[in-house]
């Protein structure tokens, strides 16, 4: 069974088997990298435009600059485009695969890059969020290696209190540690 979804009719019971879960770092992320982006964009054309409004230029310059601008657009634009292909492609190309057996962490776009951290000697998970992870659903996902006593991160990813209750489905007797902001709203709210 290599990868993929299949629905089975056991007894009039349909159920849905998948053989692996793909969790991403958050899109949070992604639009505040390409935000970044059009803020530097418009930094680079208020330069542009900025540098023709000194007195200190001389006439020939000035019109020189100034009808050099279809090109600087051009060039902007070519640029801004391929940056934001780059960090989309990066986005789409970065994740954590979790399997029944082990969890794996693929990057790269052209050399691909893989860590593998083995499930059988995890005796810990747990959850970091923040108030902003809160807020935008996304957390930090970690897992303790006993045999080599080394916390794994998975670092931003979306919904991470389901992907926990995914790694504790297949890690019953797993200890489960939360660092949840909401929780200890909660837990002071309650004892008041």
Do not use: C
Request: without cysteine; glycine residues 6%; aromatic residues 16%.
């Amino acid at each position: 069974m290599k990868s993929g979804v299949w629905l089975l009719n056991d007894k009039d019971e349909k159920k849905i088997v998948v053989t692996h879960l793909n969790v991403r770092v958050s899109i949070v992320f992604l639009m505040l990298k390409l935000i970044t982006l059009d803020i530097l964009a418009t930094f680079a054309v208020l330069l542009f435009f900025g540098t023709l409004s000194f007195d200190w230029l001389s006439e020939e310059t000035w019109r020189f600059i100034f009808s050099k601008n279809v090109g600087f657009f051009i060039t902007l634009a070519a640029v801004k485009i391929l940056l934001t292909l780059f960090v989309v492609l990066q986005w789409i190309n970065e994740y954590y695969e979790i399997t029944p057996t082990k969890i794996i962490y693929r990057r790269g776009i052209i050399w691909r890059k893989e860590d593998t951290y083995g499930l059988s000697r995890i005796n810990a998970i747990g959850v970091q969020q923040g108030i902003f992870g809160r807020i935008f659903n996304y957390g930090t996902l970690f897992i303790y290696d006993v045999g080599v006593f080394k916390y794994y991160y998975l670092n931003y990813v979306h919904n991470p209190l389901r992907y926990l209750d995914v790694l504790h489905n297949l890690l019953p007797n797993a200890d489960i540690e939360k660092e949840v902001i909401r929780e200890h709203i909660r837990d002071v709210e309650e004892s008041s």
